[in-house]
């Protein structure tokens, strides 16, 4: 038996559809549908006499994630039939592989450094979907849509390596980042759900499965759950037994589905339709020059090329768009002042929208020209936060828009002097509160002055000018 030395284990098996036209032995789409069963054929549906076509297209995008997993390769790929009955197999065996996984010890560093170690990658096809009418507790009935029967799918396993549901859901966002930058995941059409084995000190390390979760916050849920769970029958003197559990996400409870089979049950064979796969070097090879630069590899040179900070570039490399935005605009401003306003006023502006980087209409030039003008100290910075969010909703020429709109930022010594002695002169009290030692009160009265400019005043220098007539 393994030896841990953590009180919780947390090991994952993820299954992320892959972004192909075409599922993975047919030609049937490979998109969501409406209109169910509407999508399907011969191959698919499970039919006597059909035989099944490998989509080269799925073997490439999954050589990419063992490469990026920095997994070993196979040399050859070879699929088996796991048997099992149940509804959404028609020809009751899904195909996957076994034997022989496409790639094999590999492993996918957190943001903290730690390296969880991978286990398999695999390439497999998704069953049909069960539909419950109502909830799976209270239907009198199952309907089965095949749409999604034979979509392609990669499995990933972990290692028993993760020691909280916080650190599981790390990895989940972790792993998505490298599918999406290898661009064979998409988050608004492909799915991606886990299979969390969890298991406590308390209770020998007793495994239990909850499986099907779908979605990160549902897969720390579950887990916070599952974990809460266990340690509450053990102290109550109940058993753990290795089982299968379900996800019940409206009710936010696990609940038990079966006891846990082992691999032997599902009578694995080799597929005789589908013929061993040459995985050749050459081909490998190809595939691993046609990396990108993947999150990890671009928060180290961000760190080193621009100069920011590991936090800044830990948020920027973690979507690609962001990323390549931040690119563009460092190219022609301050990379520290880049990456302080993408990462915090964008993704801001992006939330308070409910929007996503591919739904952003505004492009690098916008950015440039608005944060030209702050780093030239041409507008406050509270003036180019309202700019943003304008351009948020329609994009327009940033310097005409300042100029028209008479928002440059007002640095006259003068005109400056004016308005904090107007601001002095109707806010006696502030004034008495600041000399008696009250800090907040000079900021009560830039305040005022800032309200009077329209927000136009430099900061700077009314701090300054006040601190020089209030004495």
Known sequence: ????????????????????????????????????N??????????????????????????QLCLALDCTIAKQLVFSRKSYFYPDLAKNYQITQYELPLGQKGKLTLGSGKEIGIIRVHLEEDPAALIHPGSIHSSSYVLIDYNRSGTPLLEIVTEPAMTSPEEAREFMNALITVLQYLEIFDVDTCIIKADANISIRESGYVRAEVKNITGFKEIERALFYEVDRQKH?????????????????????????????SEEDYGYIIDPDL???????????????????????????????????????????????????????????SPQLAARW??????????????TMKELRMDESHIIDLLSLVEKKKITEATAQRIMEQLMEKPFDVAAHVKRENLEL??????????CREAIRENQKAVDDYKNGEEKALHFLMGIVMKKSKGRASPREVVKILKTLVR
């Open 1 to 36: 038996m393994t030896k841990f030395t953590s009180d919780i284990v947390i090991g994952l098996e993820i299954h992320a559809n892959t972004a192909s036209r075409t599922k993975l032995f047919c030609s049937c789409p490979n998109t969501p549908s409406s209109i169910p």
């Open 38 to 63: 509407s999508q399907t054929c011969p191959t698919c549906l499970g039919m006597p006499g059909s035989k099944p076509v490998l989509n080269k297209l799925c073997v490439e995008q999954a050589l």
């Open 233 to 261: 029958d053990v102290a109550e003197g109940g058993q753990i037994i290795a089982e299968t559990r379900g996800w019940d996400a409206e009710k936010g409870i696990t609940y038990t589905l079966r006891t846990k089979e």
């Open 275 to 333: 013929v061993p796969v040459e995985i050749s070097p050459q081909w490998a090879a190809r595939l691993k020059a046609a990396l990108p630069e993947l999150a990890q590899d671009k928060v180290r040179r961000f760190i080193k090329e621009h100069k920011i900070s590991p936090a800044d570039a830990g948020v920027l490399a973690q979507e690609k768009l962001l990323a390549e935005l931040f690119e563009k605009v460092a190219a022609k401003i």
């Open 342 to 355: 993408l990462r915090r006023e964008l993704v801001r502006v992006l939330n308070y929208h409910k929007k």
């Open 410 to 419: 007002v640095a006259d010594a003068g005109q400056l002097d004016a308005l």
